[in-house]
């Protein structure tokens, strides 16, 4: 049985990472077209390497929950019949053990060259504007995909959410494309679709099955049942 599930903000909600829809209609206090598209980025690069220089201390220090380290207990079992695409730019999938894993809006821990394209892995700020290690250009930026660009690896994503067996989708409000658009495409290739969210979202293809409540109570029960049903 082969099994995509798709991630956003709701699966590290509670290990402690802010999502990005809350009731203010803010980011951290900023709003979303200042920091995270490339016109905000051309308008105050100060304020944007800054404000994720911010979230990748922020990420460095709080830990994969329950609901990651499930979903990385599900792969140890099946191993690459399960194929996690996470919206999030932390790193707590990897750090709770998932191995088989897309980050389809790019990644904290990593940069971007503007200068030669390359994507080399980052721990350190980047507002200093320290030189790309393979062309010694100073021009990286954050490797997270902005509003108005393309997303990671659309190709292998479509190609598992059509081979699937099983779609499910984690922690995501369904608010932003393509990967609000999976669960139709799922679904129309014959998949059965799952919601975990701590609220149902208004997906326009309604899922054939939802679970409310908290990603570290619903995600490990449902890689239970999943296990036991096999
Ligand atoms: N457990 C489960 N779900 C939760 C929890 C929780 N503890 N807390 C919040 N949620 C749910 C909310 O109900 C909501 O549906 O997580 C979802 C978070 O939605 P968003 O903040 O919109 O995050 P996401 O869907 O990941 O955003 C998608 O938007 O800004 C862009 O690129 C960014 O990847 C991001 C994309």
Redesign the pocket.
Known sequence: MRIVVL?????S??SGVP????ADGL?EGHR?EDV?TPEGFEADPDLVLRFYDERRRGVASVTPNA?HEALARLEREIGDDLLVVT???DDLHERAGSRNLVHM?GELRRALCLSCGARPEWTGDLLDRPPCPECGERMLRPD????GELPYDLDRIERAVIDSDVFVS???????YP?AGYVALAAAFGARTVE????P?DALVPFDEVRA????E?VPAWVDDVLSAR
């Open positions: 991630t956003g903000a709701g699966i909600a509670e999502t990005f829809r809350d980011w979303v995270a609901a919206q999030n730019v809006h997270v995909v902005w509003f984690v922690g995501t409000s369904g608010a932003v990967a975990l969210n701590l609220v979202s409540g908290a990603a570290t619903v």
